[in-house]
């Protein structure tokens, strides 16, 4: 990597290792094994002492290009890129926690992320716990039993955002491992590596492949946990295939233009729909009045991401008639493509919760979370201004 660059030239070159006639755009290797004639070449290949590559569940040369950049990206030593976000965190957890501790988490936490610590950690034996985040007392008693604790830059679905920096020198001071979830805010607009954190981990699906066409996860950090994570994804097959490599890269190329655009049309809708008719709550890293304002102004220098929610006070039923009089956005459960869209966590990320466990995190029947796209925001802002207008 070129040193000195700033984030949005590393978004286009992080990952590159190019020589004289070397494609610009890198090729698609789909093999799944390589042949050799020579069998200590082999070995040193499979040992790691020279480059190339034998078995794909191993290694792959676009899933090593999109590891090098993501780690470059976020200022680790290393990534590892998984089938899924889901695989990543689960690869993440097990490598900072290999056996069963108290996981401490944040309780407005990716609906997705709940039930797998609920589901399948608690029953091999992982305690779990989740707690306000924000709360910066109660990490600190939290902190005197945790073997680990997880958070999200900014919380799936209200976009809070925690002190991140905070819970980072908490967790050094105690020896525990920090794992945060960096999903919604990329590392162009925050690096959790910097602030203390120990592993940082992405679902790809979202704004870092940024199209809506793929599925994949990446964690990043220092060698030697990243060495752990990559054997245990090897042995267990959660690798990421090669085309999504190739297309999480193609997608990484125009992070910086992307995010900068769904950060500005984010606060844009945010700050419009504050008068809207029916809207009861908008919720906005950004916006003054947020519960997190002051902290995400510190911690996102660059911008609050493409992310919002709001309530309507008018509950489920508004939201179907809003949704049949949206023109331009979508009703979808993903999030981070160009295109604007809206999920419902009640039935989508947090459908896993029930109804009192939702209503604590003051996730409702109205509540909408909206991922901002890169149209023109005075489209955006027109779509939703009519879809409320009825
Ligand atoms: N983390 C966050 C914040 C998410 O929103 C999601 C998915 O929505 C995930 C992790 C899981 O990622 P994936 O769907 O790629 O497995």
Request: hydrophobic share 45%; charged share 20%; aromatic share 4%.
């Amino acid at each position: 990597m070129i040193p000195g660059l700033k984030p949005a030239s590393r978004a286009v070159h992080a990952g590159r290792d190019l020589e004289a006639r070397s494609p610009l755009a890198p090729d698609l290797s789909t093999a799944a094994v390589h042949v050799f004639t020579d069998l200590e070449d082999y070995d040193a290949v499979v040992r790691g002492e020279r480059p190339g590559h034998y078995y794909g569940r191993n290694s792959n040369q676009n899933r090593e290009m999109l590891e090098r950049a993501v780690a470059e990206l976020e200022g680790a030593d290393a990534g590892v890129a998984t089938a899924s976000g889901m695989a990543a965190l689960y690869g993440a957890i097990l490598a900072l926690a290999p056996k069963p501790a108290t996981i401490v988490a944040t309780r407005e936490l990716y609906g997705g992320t709940a039930a797998m610590l609920r589901q399948d950690l608690e029953p091999a034996g992982y305690e779990i716990s989740f707690i306000d985040l924000t709360e910066l007392d109660a990490v600190h008693r939290a902190m005197q039993t945790a073997g680990l604790v997880i958070a999200e830059t900014i919380t799936n679905p209200l976009c809070g955002v925690p002190d991140i920096e905070a819970i980072a020198s908490m967790a050094r001071e105690r020896g525990v491992p920090f794992l945060v979830d960096n999903t919604f805010a990329t590392p162009l607009l925050c690096r959790p590596l910097d602030l203390g954190a120990s592993l940082v981990m992405h679902s790809a699906t979202k704004y870092l492949g940024g199209h809506s066409d793929l599925v994949a996860g990446v964690i990043a950090g220092d060698a030697t946990t990243m060495g752990v994570a990559r054997a245990r994804s090897a042995r267990t097959g959660t690798p990421l295939g090669p085309f999504e490599a190739w297309l999480a890269l193609r997608g990484l190329r125009t992070l910086d233009v992307r995010v900068r655009r769904h950060s500005e049309n984010s606060l844009a809708l945010a700050r419009a729909m504050q008068s809207m008719p029916g809207v009861a709550r908008v919720h906005h890293p950004l916006l003054e009045g947020s519960p997190s304002f002051r902290v995400a102004q510190r911690l996102l220098p660059r911008g609050g991401g493409g992310m919002m929610a709001f309530d309507l006070a008018g509950g489920r039923s508004a939201v179907q008639r809003m949704i049949e009089r949206f023109r331009l956005a979508r009703f979808a459960a993903s999030l981070g493509g160009v295109e604007t869209t809206i999920s419902y966590p009640e039935l989508t990320s947090h459908r896993s919760m029930s109804a009192e466990q939702r209503a604590e995190l003051g996730v409702g029947a109205g509540t909408v979370r909206v991922s901002v796209g890169i149209e023109d925001p005075d489209d955006v802002i027109a779509d939703f201004a009519h879809a409320l207008s009825a």
